[in-house]
T-cell receptor, first 116, second 110 residues
Framework: AQKITQTQPGMFVQEKEAVTLDCTYD???????LFWYKQPSSGEMIFLIY??????QNATEGRYSLNFQKARKSANLVISASQLGDSAMYFC?????????????FGGGTRLMVKP | DSGVTQTPKHLITATGQRVTLRCSPR?????VYWYQQSLDQGLQFLIQ???????AKGNILERFSAQQFPDLHSELNLSSLELGDSALYFC?????????FGPGTRLTVL
């Protein structure tokens, strides 16, 4: 079974609107972390936001917020007020276990295109 | 800028050859991870080193090897290269909760 599933291969959003990128995960470990990374066309992987499994509140970082629904095993990324520079691939990733040094498992990614 | 450096940025070589990719982690980070991103396999974890010792192994081929040196930089060695090894290779280092990625080395095997 896939550990991280991103069901939207591609999405369009109008500039200045909000967009939600979906991510579901599968783990039996009670301790885990969820991450979102952005990969622009230049290729680098840029860390956006992190949510720990025991965090009580949804993570936020500027225009990024993570809609964490533990019972549904979903960790959707919400980007508010989209900008042209948000056009990129977005990857959801999970780290399983209590050790913060464990490896990441990535989903297949969602390509976001922001329309002017 | 994540603080993780990788060299070279691009590498073009022929089948059967051997290459070495280099990574320097962020200042203070002891862990280094290597990931491969290819069109058919997506982003896959290869191997992790912590303070010079191998910590975890993922889907790393036997033709590939890595090491981490006393100054904490790491090298990924790829030998007997095949066309299918063409990919973007990332190095990452970890802070408290997060892995920060370098800019990647794009390997093209012709």
């Amino acid at each position: 079974a896939q550990k991280i599933t991103q069901t939207q291969p591609g999405m369009f959003v109008q500039e200045k609107e909000a967009v939600t990128l979906d991510c579901t995960y599968d783990t039996s470990d009670p301790s885990y972390g969820l991450f979102w990374y952005k990969q622009p066309s230049s290729g680098e992987m840029i860390f956006l936001i992190y949510q720990g499994s025991y965090d009580q509140q949804n993570a936020t970082e500027g225009r990024y917020s993570l809609n964490f629904q533990k019972a549904r095993k979903s960790a959707n990324l919400v980007i508010s007020a989209s900008q042209l520079g948000d056009s990129a691939m977005y990857f959801c990733a999970m780290r399983e276990g209590w050790n913060a040094g464990n490896m990441l498992t990535f989903g297949g990614g969602t390509r976001l295109m922001v329309k002017p | 800028d994540s603080g993780v450096t990788q060299t070279p940025k691009h590498l073009i070589t022929a089948t059967g050859q051997r290459v070495t990719l280099r990574c320097s982690p962020r200042s203070g980070d002891l862990s280094v991870y290597w990931y491969q991103q290819s069109l058919d396999q997506g982003l896959q974890f290869l191997i992790q080193y912590y303070n010079g010792e191998e910590r975890a192994k993922g889907n790393i081929l036997e033709r590939f090897s890595a090491q981490q040196f006393p100054d904490l930089h790491s090298e990924l060695n790829l030998s007997s290269l095949e066309l299918g090894d063409s990919a973007l290779y990332f190095c990452a280092s970890s802070g408290r909760d997060t892995q920060y990625f370098g800019p990647g080395t794009r390997l093209t095997v012709l």
